[in-house]
């Protein structure tokens, strides 16, 4: 068998694998309103389009801009990525107040999915600066769909049981990743490589998003159960509640940063330039490119149910944070030294799983508090600063690229790494500190706040 026959069997059996995992979650999970079966394949098919064009937006800026005229503050190469992130801090809170507005949160599905549709055309049809701007911008609207996904499920099917949305709806992002990285190795296999083969990623993006929109009609929802779940979720009143609430938006932004600091568009990049390193040949490695995501995917699954099954309850919020921030630093501190495109690849393992374990317990937490107005969501103003933290990650990593590593020389690259990766290394130690005084004004809270009386178990 040929190489592009050999990707296309191994992809067909990581789709099929995927396929089987998405069956077996909506069997056997235990929620009793069966509609959200329906949900849960709109979410996999809103996903696949998002993983599989996201990440190629640095690469394809890459191609763009000529490398011999690469300069470290290009803004061809850090705009496209910088839209990602900057649209979603707009979005996440326009999307709760349209939903307040409509009292129906499908319709704002709906309108992410056209939005995403339109912003795709384009660059299927030219790939210039302007529309990769814009596509970024549509992938960016849709990524911020996360948190109407979450309240959407939480108000129709799962209530009070927090830890369960987020379990549940963390598995959707991961199998439509699995699904997306087959589809990028197939494609990069059969296809000569440069934005002619790139295209393909987003004319089969929006396919699967005009099948997405279709099969949102057919999803229901109760509006009277909008907003219904804010019984079971403690109120953000007090200073302290305030205060808890604020530095847990800090932390999601700094995780944010930190995932797209190590990971994503600048993973593939590091991937190039280890194997140019290590036998010159490019094109030998280009199939294992879209496997990196698929990587990443895998540990984050493992982390994140381990995280809410296992880890939460028998040791605890303090510790479980630490183990996840323990892990990102032993990546950080292996990918200074290592070199070799394998080895790479493989501890990408412990980078997933570390963000596994960090990204859902911070988004339990959110899910768990409500505001006194309707308007807004803590979901949706969390949501809008870590897309902030997302921005300036883009921007770091796209700066970087546009300089050293748009150059090709590996020893400069190797240097430019090096401080990437301490700088990220600061930015977890930071995160660690951010989350411990949380955990101390969680604990006062508790002893403390009105919510805990016995007239309110409830919310205990």
């Keep these: 068998m040929n190489p592009s026959e050999i990707a296309i069997l191994i992809n067909s059996l990581v789709v099929l694998l995927s396929i089987v995992v998405a069956i077996l979650t909506i069997r056997f999970v235990p929620v009793e309103n069966k509609g959200y079966k329906l949900l849960f394949v709109l979410y996999i098919l809103f996903w696949i389009p998002l993983m599989m064009c996201r990440q190629y937006t640095g690469t394809i800026a890459k191609e763009i801009v000529s490398p011999d005229k690469l300069n470290y503050y290009d803004y061809r190469m850090w705009l496209p990525m910088c839209a990602y992130g900057f649209i979603g801090i707009f979005w996440r809170p326009f999307a709760d107040w349209f939903s307040y507005k409509r009292m129906n949160r499908k319709n704002i ?17 030219v790939q210039n600066l302007a529309t990769n701007i814009i596509q970024s911008l549509g992938v960016g609207i849709g990524a911020s769909m996360i948190g109407t996904y979450q309240l959407m499920f939480n108000e129709q099917y799962g209530k009070a049981k927090t830890f369960l949305t987020v379990s549940m709806l963390s598995i959707p992002p991961l199998i439509g990743d699995f699904i997306s990285s087959s589809i990028q190795s197939v494609v990069t296999s059969i296809g000569s490589g440069g934005l002619q083969t790139y295209r393909w990623f987003w004319i089969i993006g929006l396919i699967i998003t005009v099948i997405a929109f279709v099969l949102a009609f057919f999803v229901k929802e109760n509006k009277k159960l909008m907003y219904q779940d804010n019984k079971y979720k403690m109120p953000i009143k007090t200073k302290n509640e305030w205060i808890y609430f604020v530095w847990i938006c800090v932390l999601g932004s700094l995780i944010a940063f930190i995932r797209w600091a190590n990971s994503g568009s600048i993973a593939q990049v590091s991937l190039q330039f280890y194997a140019q390193h290590l036998d010159g040949n490019l094109d030998k490695y280009s199939l294992y490119q879209g496997y990196l995501s698929l990587i990443f ?81 803590p979901m949706g103003i969390y949501q809008a600063v870590i897309s902030l933290g997302i921005m300036v990650s883009n921007f770091y990593t796209g700066w970087l690229k546009s300089g050293p590593y748009g150059i090709g020389d590996f020893n400069e690259f190797k240097k430019v790494s090096q401080i990437v990766n301490w700088v990220v290394i600061a930015a977890i130690a930071v995160a660690w500190l951010v989350f411990m005084y949380t955990w101390l004004i969680e604990k006062w809270n508790y002893k403390h706040l009105w919510f805990h009386k016995k007239s309110n178990k409830k919310y205990t």
Excluded: D
Excluded at 109 to 124: D, E, V
Excluded at 341 to 358: D, Q, T
């Design 297 to 377: 995917s895998f540990a984050q699954l493992f982390g994140g149910l381990i995280t809410g099954l296992l880890l939460v309850n028998k040791i605890g919020k303090m510790w479980t944070f630490t183990i996840g921030c323990s892990c990102w630093i032993i990546y950080e501190l292996l990918g200074t030294y290592i070199v070799n495109p394998y080895a790479y690849m493989g501890i990408h393992l412990l980078n997933g799983f570390s963000y596994g374990i960090v990204y859902n317990m911070i988004l339990g937490f959110v899910l768990q508090r409500r505001f006194n107005t309707k308007k807004q969501s």
């Design 109 to 125: 599905i709906y309108l992410a999915l056209m939005i995403s549709a339109i912003t795709y055309i384009p660059f299927c049809c």
